[in-house]
């Protein structure tokens, strides 16, 4: 049975490590945190979002980009101070515009093949995660960017999805709790919301009763793999600072690592140009009964402000959104947090925003904003990472894809089909 390191514990590298076991391999996941599931896949917009799949590399983003520059509160803000990584990310992002048709199809194709994956995997394992199978609601309050909508339904449709425009009378049918004075929307019912970091936690529980092995607390320092084949991993335990980094070899390492990926993949020989684009969110704790009864069920994606919510449970309302291109930096700003308190005072006037919980993460972008899922330089060498915006609602379809990969590349039967039911026979056994 071949070996394999995946390096990350978020939603990416725990779907990698659950597929590669139903394929038959000996996993280790190494972490830095105590636990799956601490870092951008901690407390996300929690949308899982075939609609959402339109990349952002079009001019209309770039002049926002320039307009906003010196507004704190702006959706999308792009901080002045220059650096060689954020101006070269920039000019490739630019130049992705050319992609942006095709980008868009395929996005939209992935997400929804991954569905399927995600629902079974929770399935098979028997847990929950907070899923709310009840569409997403997009909402518009200008005529232009409704038009603008309207011409991506095209995009979304060639890449398979049915996404219906609805009347401000079908909007308020559909979530009657929301306030505004909407032009109009697009209601995608094949769409739904989950918790992300439930997900990732209960999914890496199940990989431990599978047999794999995960390394929390360790700080991955060094990958190396030979252009023969064999890969390494040299890492530090940070419950013991004082002990020497360890290294154990394997016969393949996956790169799942988020915005950390970009540094790791330049010791492994390759380019894989990953931002860090912050994002923010707001848990808002639904703790009476009128809140509750104001909060919405359906997830809403508002495009002017770009905010989204889910509803995580009956007690939880979340709120998500902001892109930041600031570098390596996850402090938690009151500008930032402010305008989704207000967002949700003003869109759902019931709901109390006296008890929230503000974070913040990076997204691991890439300039054309698709997921880098592949081989590396080196044979030993796969990546599935820089997923961006939307990993949550990818990571089902390119688990599946760099599994896939690999067990080829080691022309390993695959145990199982998409059923998993040959592999949950030999780990019983
Ligand atoms: C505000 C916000 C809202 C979002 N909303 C949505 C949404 O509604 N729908 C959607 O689909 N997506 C959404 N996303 C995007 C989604 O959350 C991410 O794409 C996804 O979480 C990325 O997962 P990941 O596994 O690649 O990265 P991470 O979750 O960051 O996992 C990477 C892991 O690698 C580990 N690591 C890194 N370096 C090392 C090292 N040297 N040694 C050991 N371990 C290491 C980290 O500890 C981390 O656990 C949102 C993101 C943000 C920020």
Redesign the pocket.
Known sequence: MASIAV???????ITTAYKLLKHGFDVTV????AYA?????FA??????ASNAEVWNQPATFLKGVKWMLRKDAPLLVHPAPSWHKLSWMAEFVLAARDYETNTIATTRLAIEARRHLLEMAETEGFAFDAERRGILHVYESRKEFTHAAGVNRLLEEGGLVRRAVTPQEIAAIEPRINGRFVGGFFTESDFTGD?HKFTRRLAEACVRHGATLRFD???RVLAAAETGGASVT?ADRRDPAAEPRTERFDAVVV?????SRK?ARQLGDRVNIYPVK???LTVNLDDAESRAAAPYVSILDDHAKI?TSRLGADRLRL??TAEFAGENRDIKAARIRPLVDWCRMRFPGVSTDSVVPWA????MMPNMMPRVGRGRRPAVFYN?G????????AGATAEMIAAEIAGSFRNEPLAGSSGSRRQEALAA
């Open positions: 390096i990350g514990a978020g939603i990416t590298g190494f972490d830095r945190n599931a601490m870092e951008t896949s996300n917009g929690g949308q899982l979002s992300i360790a700080d991955v890492y799942c690592a988020g915005t950390a790791l994002g923010y969110s989204v998500a959104g993460g990076l997204r691991p990472t997923h961006g915006h939307l990993g949550w609602t990818l």
